[in-house]
């Protein structure tokens, strides 16, 4: 689906540039002139398809080879600090070309219409593109493109895959016809927030489908299984070009009345505030890769190991990391394979949620990556550790929250680490660092060295297992895990321990525990259903135990 050369662009935790359908963009665009009829002009129909990539490129406006914008186009788009045809990714450039949409067709520029058209197509589809799902990301850019892990043959992950056989044409026809205009509202502000909305909408009924396109992957994938997958990655096809073809009727409509929408400071904010409202009611169970989890939670009362976990968003936005999901989703799942009773915590719930207590919840895992949390979360989690809970910390960040351990992370230099800040990047410490487990961790995997089997820096994806720090070994602070290379010892994870002989917090770097970089497994059985790797069951195990959960089954 990544086409493009590797792209030198920084990345650290910032948004990354991943494209989400590939050909799939050009059936979308396809479909949507078919679904407007005469609502475009049928002269430049072939352009809208022809020009399905724009936003793909990183090219200033000006430098775009395929069509010159106007000067009065560009002023608007300026206006808004919107300054390549990537931003068009955003909610405030779809509301921006939606306008300039609307100007097109009031002017009746035929070449316009359909630029701008094919811009604002691209974007929609893109939110409902499955490989952003946080399990189909990841088994996109790493295990599949990345790490070549076997895999059931699955029907694919583009909605080019299902578009071009006569059959999916005729999938894709039957479920458009059936799919209603959503009219966007006449007035003109509503339209706008409307527009900007989409992706979120667009986001959660992509995630809904992860699983049921994700199980195509498995090995023993059953006839029912692959039609399901066909008709979830048609119906995400269909979404774009639905909602394309309904903000391009709405632009044409308001250019009929003459109205130009404006996109204001005052409309900006409302944006964030319907965004915010929309992301704080997105039900958890949006996200497939955490529905079944849900059901197999431990029962209220019951004491259990928390999992922090959080909704998706919109394409790459989240708190943690962007792997988190599916990290902390396979933790959830091994423990219970393993039988230890875990329960999800919801971010959001976090301020509010009595039940954070060192009595419900002995352990809490966190896979923090940047831990972009407001004060209000970080103000429970310091608090459930006050009062003597303990936290397994997958970093990432770790904000001060882990006493001793915090005290004694230092950030490492980039070039001792094995994960790169940059994107598409590669390191050298990532194919000559060995990592050996100490105490503990050596009950649990031995005393040999470790490599990683597949390369963490794949060339594209955002889901990277970064972390930037190295531990210093101090009174109070066992080593569990370090890292030599070209003669070096670097300690990289550990515990701070209580006077119990308990570890109050254990710390380890998101690289020791995302799955199959350190286990020699080759394939993943059943890839709607993730679990941690035969390493990671038996560090999370260990962990587990360290920090005074009884004795968990590794197997
Ligand atoms: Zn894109």
């Known amino acids: 689906m990544h086409t493009k050369a590797v792209l030198f662009l920084l990345a650290c935790f910032c948004p990354l540039p991943v494209f989400a359908w590939g050909p799939g963009h050009d059936d979308v665009n396809k479909l949507a002139v078919e679904l407007l009829g005469d609502a475009l002009p049928a002269a430049v129909t072939a352009n809208v398809v022809k020009w399905a990539h724009t936003p793909d490129d990183f090219a200033p406006w000006e430098k775009l ?16 600090k919107l300054d390549t045809a990537y931003s068009s990714h955003s909610a405030k450039g779809q509301a921006v070309e939606f306008i300039l ?41 790493a295990f599949k493109a990345g790490y070549h892990l076997k895999m059931g043959v699955g029907v694919g992950m583009d909605f080019a895959d299902v578009a071009r056989s006569p059959a999916g044409q005729e999938l894709v026809r039957r479920l458009a016809v059936a799919e209603p205009p959503r009219f966007l509202p006449g007035d003109p502000d509503e339209a706008l927030l409307a527009v900007m909305m989409s992706g979120l909408e667009s986001n959660s009924y992509m995630t809904r489908r992860g699983t049921t396109i994700a199980a ?36 044409r409509d308001f250019a009929r009345q003459g109205t130009i929408p404006a996109l ?22 949006d996200d497939a890769l955490y529905a079944d989890l849900l059901q197999a939670q431990a029962p209220a009362g019951q004491p259990a190991v928390g999992v922090l976990v959080e909704p998706s968003i919109n394409m790459n936005e989240a708190c943690f990391s962007f792997g988190a999901k599916l990290l902390t989703a396979a933790a959830a799942r091994s423990m219970q394979l393993a039988g230890v009773p875990f329960r999800l915590i919801d971010l959001r719930s976090l301020d509010k949620n009595a039940a954070l207590t060192p009595q419900s919840i ?26 003597g809970g ?5 970093g990432g960040e770790h904000a001060g929250l882990l006493g001793k351990l915090s005290e004694n992370l230092l950030a490492a230099a980039p070039a001792e680490l094995p994960i790169a800040s940059q994107y598409g990047q ?99 059985a059943n890839l709607s259903r993730p679990s941690l790797d035969k390493v990671g069951r038996r560090i999370l195990s260990a962990s587990l135990t360290l920090l005074g959960q009884a004795a968990v089954p590794s197997k």
């Open 65 to 80: 080879k395929q069509f010159r914008v106007s000067a009065d186009d560009l002023r608007l788009l300026k206006a808004h």
């Open 101 to 141: 949409l609307v100007k097109a067709f009031k002017d009746n520029d035929p070449q316009r219409i359909a630029f701008w058209s094919a811009c604002l197509l691209h974007p929609l589809a893109d939110e409902a593109a499955c490989n952003h799902d946080p399990l189909l990301h990841y088994a996109t850019y």
């Open 390 to 394: 303990r936290f397994l910390w997958i």
């Open 362 to 387: 002995s352990v809490l895992v966190v896979c923090a990556g940047p831990f972009k949390v407001g004060k209000a979360a970080k103000d429970a989690l310091a608090a459930y550790s006050a009062a």
């Open 216 to 251: 195509s992957f498995a090995l023993d994938a059953t006839p029912q299984q692959m039609a399901a997958t066909r008709t979830a990655l048609v119906e995400l096809g269909v979404r774009g070009a639905t909602r394309g073809r309904d903000v391009i009727v709405a632009a």
């Open 264 to 285: 204001t400071p005052r409309l900006e904010a409302a944006f964030q505030r319907r965004k915010a409202a929309y992301v704080a009611a997105r039900p958890l169970a």
């Open 426 to 524: 590669d390191t050298r410490v990532a194919h000559q660092a060995q990592f050996y487990f100490l105490h503990e961790f050596q009950e649990a995997l031995g005393s040999q060295p470790y490599r990683f089997v597949h390369n963490p820096n794949t060339k594209a994806g955002w889901q990277t297992p970064r972390c930037g720090y190295r531990l210093r070994p101090a009174e109070g602070v066992a080593v569990l895990a370090e890292m030599r290379v070209a003669g070096e010892v670097v300690p990289l994870a550990g515990a701070c321990m209580g006077r119990d002989g308990k570890a109050r917090a254990v710390f380890l770097p998101e690289y020791l525990l995302a799955p199959y970089l350190l286990s020699d497994e080759d394939g993943i």
